[in-house]
């Protein structure tokens, strides 16, 4: 996948951390110290990003204006709630807009070919972030804003978000699900925050069977996470084809996670990086980067970090072995319930 001497482009600016959170929240700078340790450990291999803050016009290719205003005057009252669980301080304006920005700038130079692959260590996050509303922790759709980006400046057709945060990217899935050229693949606990993500939400219009949802029951971890990124997830991005890929990076289906309950290690981050690294090399030029979205458990966050740049930097890694779906496993429930919405457009789907 990627030879030992390659760097890892990474955006880590101490700026995160003046977003700040009420006592006891569990969206705080913290989060990051835990992945700086991480990333502390491939300090060699680690090739700096500087953050930027994204423009306007950046952020009304998916945001309303409305939006951008709300969350400058909310600001202005800091601190205060956009919701019940999504906070702003007197800094949050711009460290949001320095999230989107950096995001943009670390996804192009993958795009151009100026880095082999990157990830992006910000926030807050932004996978839930819609149009017209903040909710989730989330300002603005980080990986929303710059595949629209990368669609508008750099040439980039068709890209894939691939999103293994804990909870269904609800903000990205709305975005793009009546859009031909994004694939939206999303594993993520459900019943569960924020309530959508079901089997039959497949997009819609001329985006129909461009949104692969795979909802996991409570108590899932490493083999039905890897065995639906072998059943589905492979065969979805084969049949898609992209021209770059997007990780909305969560780690908080980590066994450790307090906002969840999954059940996966860092062995199993470790196959679901191998699988999509290798679907990069194998599709579109290895052009793959990685944007931190939830984690809520420092362990989790060490873990998950470590078994992602670990894997990036590994030089042609075995791809896990198959996982087997035997008849009344859970694994078996999923892969066959998404398989049933899909297997019209993607005959693959299902099959190990």
């Not at 400058?72 to 999230?99: C, N």
């Not at 740049?309 to 998404?338: C, F, K, N, W, Y």
Request: charged share 25%; glycine share 10%; hydrophobic share 40%.
């Amino acid at each position: 996948m990627k030879a030992l001497q390659w760097k890892i482009h990474v955006v880590d600016d101490p700026r995160y951390r003046e977003h700040r959170a009420p006592a006891r929240h569990p969206e705080r700078p913290e989060r990051l110290l835990a992945v700086g340790e991480a990333l502390a450990e491939f300090a060699p291999q680690i090739c700096p990003v500087e953050a930027r803050g994204a423009t306007d016009e950046e952020i009304l290719r998916v945001h309303g204006r409305d939006h951008l205003r709300r969350i400058a005057e909310v600001v202005g009252q800091a601190p205060a709630h956009l919701d019940p669980d999504t906070f702003v301080s007197a800094e949050s304006f711009d460290v949001a807009r320095l999230a989107a920005g950096a995001v943009i700038d670390l996804a192009r130079l993958v795009a151009r070919g100026e880095a082999r692959t990157g990830f992006a260590a910000v926030r807050p996050p932004g996978h839930h972030a819609e149009a017209d509303r903040a909710m989730g922790f989330c300002l603005f759709n980080n990986v929303a804003i710059a595949a629209r980006a990368l669609q508008a400046e750099d040439g980039v057709g068709k890209i894939l978000i691939l999103d293994w945060d804990v909870h269904h990217g609800n903000g990205t899935q709305h975005f793009f699900e009546a859009d031909p050229s994004v694939l939206y693949v999303s594993t993520h606990q459900f019943p569960y925050y924020p309530g959508t993500g079901d089997f039959g939400e497949a997009g819609r219009d001329r985006g129909e069977g461009t949104t692969v949802n795979v909802p996991l029951p409570a108590g899932c971890g490493d083999a039905e996470y890897v065995g639906s990124f072998q059943r589905i997830v492979v065969p979805a991005v084969r049949a898609f084809e992209p021209e770059m890929i997007l990780v909305s990076c969560g780690f908080d289906a980590h066994r450790d996670d307090p906002m969840a309950s999954m059940e996966v290690s860092g062995e199993g981050f470790t196959a679901m990086t191998r699988i999509v690294g290798s679907l990069a090399d194998e599709l579109c030029g290895g052009r793959l980067a990685f944007v931190l979205e939830g984690g809520y458990s420092a362990s989790g966050l060490r873990e998950g970090t470590r078994a992602v740049l670990q894997t990036l930097l590994e030089d042609a890694p075995l791809p896990p072995a198959p996982i087997d779906a035997p008849a009344g496993s859970l694994l078996r429930a999923v892969v066959d319930r998404v398989a049933a919405v899909h297997r019209q457009r993607i005959p693959e789907i299902g099959a190990a």
